[in-house]
């Protein structure tokens, strides 16, 4: 996350799945009141959402040294 506390995709998903807690900073679309609102996802749609995720990272990208400078024509 933002803040480098997970180092999984599988630790985000869990924490939005379960982890949320209430704090004043809590984007109002994650509570309902001063209660969090959690995904609880089952494990099928953890596998699956976390497919998902996966298939946007393109590590070839981001080391192909044609993309590296991009004042270069």
Avoid: C, W
């Amino acid at each position: 996350m933002h803040d480098g506390r997970f180092e999984t995709i599988r630790e985000v998903i869990d924490h939005y799945s379960e982890g949320i807690n209430f704090h004043q900073n809590l984007d109002f679309s994650l509570r309902s009141g001063n209660e969090p609102i959690r995904m609880n996802f089952t494990e099928q749609e953890k596998q699956a959402l976390e497919a998902y995720l996966l298939t946007l990272t393109d590590e070839t990208l981001l080391a192909d040294v044609r993309f590296s400078d991009p004042f270069k024509k």
